[in-house]
């Protein structure tokens, strides 16, 4: 009898540890769902760029990585453009990617865009705005700075300044 | 309380640390008790509670916390408390804008004290830490405090010792002391047989001058059942944190579009929005041409992705799964899958158009051809006429460099720009802007951008039959609830364990003949009215005629 109670009330207590542990645990993780926290792995993407061949995060593995989401009806975005190409340009000797992914807009919008700013990095293309909810964005133009072990250095919403887009890559090429 | 150190009865059972009254016989152990002339409290039949201990340990110290009924309301008080403080302005979770900023919100709303609400983090009280660590607190001490109390409770039930002390029978709220003239074992056995037809289980001990007559035992479970029950409900409202069982996100769908329910393996179409409004003759005369509604509703297609659904690279593949149209009130239900109507918004939306090709000059016209918004042919030979698709916007507009824009995604002022060769025309081409609606045509003046192009022809739609619009879109809230059937169980429990414990009353009747006298002691958790009546009953049965309300011993509540 004293060792069944001993017994039981270990069990009990752990339980009640566990559960309420997890549910407590939860409340500090859970407060705005659908974002992205720094540290954790960026949602996983398999879309389609502009030659229409399919590209997914993971052919990005142990690269750095910018994650750029634009729309040809957002003029930040538009305008920072330019600025993403010039550090692309800079930075991918080091290895460094850059991918903007359009906002579920269609073929010739975009590739009409592309070619009259003449940017070289990878453009994709969403679709019915399924990457962009997984991303959790609530508005343009919003990049993320993916470590190369793929989580989240930092996210930026908003246009980007050029030194902008360098400080936030030199942190995740030193990374 | 006292706890005696020596807990040997005098009939020779061994009692547990904390036991009030002998398991066996009755006797209140304690010196104080026995010499008191009180009622006897009995709670839990005076066993013990599992966690007394005379050397608690760290771990006992814990789970004697937990055991502590007086604990247990405070618990409840302070999560009332905290669960009012919730109540005070709206909960941030009550606001479904993407743009909402709950820390601007409240200090404009509601000044310095919305201020101070958002910084308390009391703007998100009930998922708060503190408030779901009471909930925590408050299960672990319904799981202690029952296993604590019911599993003595039921040992001391389950073997209960028929002959008992004097002072336990004397000092139950229901007693009787008096001669029996008839021969003991005979007289026992006939007050048993009285009982039985009232629907007691007697019980008689070897000697026959003993008895137990006990009925509807099962409702002192009852408050265990509830705890049960109230634990399930718990553990199911904590479950809505786990990832994928609470949904509660918003779709919004043009009429014949189907789009995705992301995080969901579902994808809806809406076959259509249309909101009905009450006829005249069926409103009162103060309500006459006010535009009441009757029903707002939306056809809706379920589909289920069954291949290339994580791929936005393939198209993939649906399945239907289920029709419905949806009403206030009246979800689609697929599954734990809810969808149900929530708003919407009557602005058109423009998807195709199929104009003609009309050449000015001659009065000639060729087509139609088909032009959609979204994703159009490059390529048209219409007549005379080839044309090249070389641009396009959505929405139409000149920025502050006086360069063509497109303002968002959706085709509110769509434009096209096409290279046209043909009869009359240059060889490489002439380009012609066109817009399909009308009122963008004056707007951003269509014939001034195309010069002497406007001259000699002309794109141009003719009757709305040839154009394709959705007439609504129709916003519905997607939510799935896998809790809420472990809610529903919960319920059921609590509500079980509550009616075996309102409507039943467990009574118990002791009796012993020593020597021609009888001592009689009864007992119930309440309902003494009936419970006397039973005894008198009985009594009656036997020759003895008393009023049952001479069986009173006072202190009782009932």
Redesign the interface.
Known sequence: MGKN??K???I??LF?FV??GY??F???T??TPGTIKEGQAVP?????NLQGE?I?LQDYNGSPLVINFW???C?PCIREMPSFERQYEEWKDKGVEVVAIN???????VS?YVKKLGVTYTILR???R??E??YGL??YPTTFFVNPNGTLSSVFVGEMKESQIHEHIEKIVGG | MLLPVNSKCECGHQNAVGTVLCEACGKPLEEQLMKSNEPLEMRYDGVARRSQKANPDFLDKIWNFFSSVKIAIYLIIITFLGAMLGTIFPQASTFISATFNPKVYYSEQYGLAGEIYYFLGLHNTYSSWWFITLLVMIGTSLVICSIDRVLPLYRALNKQQIRKHHAFLKRQKATYSGQVTDEPVQWTKQYGEALKKKGYKVHIDESGTALLAEKNRFSRWGPYINHIGLILFLLAVLARSIPDWNVDTYVSITDGDTVPIVGTNYYVKSDGFSMELYDNDELPIELKDSGRVKTFKTDVVLYECAANCGDDFLQPELQEVKQHTILVNDPLRYKELKLHQFDFNLTPRINAVSPMIINKETGESYGPFHLTMVDPELYYEVGPYSMELIDKYMDFSINSEGEPITLSSSPNAPAFIFNIKGPNLAEDGEMFMYFPLEKDKVRFSQDTINRELANKLEIKVDGMENVDFSAATTYLNVRIDKAVKFLWIGAFFSMLGLIMGTYWQHRRIWLRIDDNQLTLGAHTNKNWFGLRADAAYALKRCGIELDPKSLDNGGHKG
């Not at chain 1, 996983?44 to 389609?48: H, I, N, S």
């Open positions: 109670r001993k039981v009330q270990i009990v207590l009640a559960i309420g549910a407590i939860q409340t500090f859970n407060d996983d993407f398999r879309l389609a399919p997914s729309g040809t009806f003029e906002l579920s807009e269609d073929t010739l919008t009409n969403d679709v019915d399924k990457t909810k997984k609530r508005s």
